[in-house]
């Protein structure tokens, strides 16, 4: 799934949701790597593309991202919207 908002591919995996393909857009000016795998968003476990669309597309506020690298490394990231 490609998405305008994100500015990234998305692609559900077994873990979460798989970003790859940056353009310009919300992950990239947050700096969110290459290929980084989003388990959770604000302590919601998230499976689907669309959810993390969807969470990005209307919410305003403190995002609290859990997920990790493509080298397995753990990696949070916080930010506000």
Do not use: C, W
């Not at 959810?51 to 991202?65: A, P, Q």
């Amino acid at each position: 799934m490609s998405d305008e908002i994100t500015g990234a591919n998305l692609e559900a995996v077994d873990y979460g949701v798989k970003i790859f393909k940056l353009r310009d857009g919300i992950f990239k000016q947050i700096g969110i790597p290459e290929n980084y795998t989003i388990t959770h968003i604000n302590r919601q476990r998230v499976k689907d593309p669309k959810d993390v669309v969807d969470f990005f597309s209307r919410y305003k506020g403190r995002v609290l991202l859990y997920g990790f690298t493509s080298s397995k490394q753990e990696m949070p990231l916080s930010f506000i919207m």
